[in-house]
C-alpha cells in the first residue's frame, strides 16, 4: 500500500479518534482535563497514554492508515488509551513504579560491585561471588513482580473503562488480536485480559453458550 494512501486513510480516520476520545471523556469523566491527541509516525504500541503530557498517541504506521485494521479495532484501542487518561491512580503508581525501579537499580549496581569485590580477593575459585549474584537475581525478580503488579492493575483498569464506551465485544476483539501468552512487567497475558473482562462484564465465553 502506498504511503500516501497509508496517509489518507489515517487522515480519514482522525475524526473517528477525536470522536472516541470525545465520547470517552463524556462516559469516563475523570481528574484531568481532556487529552491532547497526537497521531504519531510510530511507535512500539497502536495506542498509548502519556500521562506527562496529558497526550493520547494513536500510531498510524500498521494501525490508523491500515485498511485490514477495522475502526471497531480503533475505536478499542482508543477508549482503553482513555481509560489510562481516566485512571486517578495512575500519577501514584507511575511514581511508585520509578521508584522501586530505580531502588532496585541501585541495589543491583551494588551486588555487581559485590561480586567484582568478592571476586578480586576470594579469586575464581571462591563461592562468595554467587551470594551477590543471587541477591541481584533476587531483587531484579522482586522489582519485575512489584512494577507488573502495578502495570497489570492499570491496563485491567483500562480494559474496564473501556468496556463503558465501546461495550465489552469491542475491547475482547481488540485483546484477542495480541499474541497470546505473552506478558511482561507492562501489560498481563491476554488471556488473563479477557478473562477479567467476561468476569467484569458476567459475559459467557464462546464455548459456553
Ligand atoms: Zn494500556
Not at 509516525?41 to 493520547?56: A, C, I, P, T
Not at 568478592?118 to 562468595?128: C, E, N, R, T
Not at 480494559?159 to 507492562?186: C, K, L, N, Q
Not at 497475558?189 to 477479567?196: A, F, K, L, S
Request: proline share 6%; with cysteine.
Amino acid at each position: 500500500m502506498s504511503a500516501s494512501r497509508h496517509n489518507r486513510l489515517a487522515a480519514a480516520r482522525r475524526e473517528l479518534v477525536d470522536q472516541t476520545v470525545a465520547e470517552s471523556v463524556h462516559e469516563l469523566g475523570g481528574h484531568l482535563p481532556p487529552p491532547a491527541v497526537e497521531i504519531v509516525s510510530d511507535g512500539k504500541s497502536e495506542g498509548r497514554f502519556n500521562l506527562e503530557h496529558n497526550r493520547v498517541e494513536i500510531r498510524t504506521v500498521r494501525f490508523l492508515g491500515d485498511p485490514s485494521v477495522s475502526d471497531g479495532r480503533i475505536r478499542a484501542a482508543v477508549a482503553h488509551e482513555m481509560g489510562h487518561w481516566s485512571d486517578p491512580t495512575a500519577a501514584a503508581r507511575a511514581r511508585q513504579i520509578g521508584l522501586a525501579w530505580m531502588t532496585a537499580r541501585v541495589f543491583m549496581i551494588v551486588c555487581v560491585a559485590g561480586m567484582v569485590v568478592a571476586l578480586v580477593i576470594g579469586g575464581h575459585d571462591s563461592k562468595w561471588p554467587a551470594v551477590p549474584a543471587a541477591a541481584a537475581i533476587a531483587v531484579f525478580v522482586a522489582a519485575f513482580g512489584f512494577m507488573a503488579r502495578l502495570n497489570w492493575a492499570c491496563e485491567y483498569f483500562a480494559d474496564a473503562a473501556a468496556t463503558r464506551v465501546v461495550g465489552v465485544a469491542a475491547v475482547i476483539e481488540m485483546v484477542e488480536t495480541f499474541p497470546p501468552g505473552r506478558f511482561s512487567h507492562t501489560h498481563p497475558r491476554p488471556e488473563d485480559r479477557i478473562r477479567r473482562l467476561r468476569k467484569l462484564t458476567g459475559t459467557p465465553r464462546d464455548d459456553d453458550s
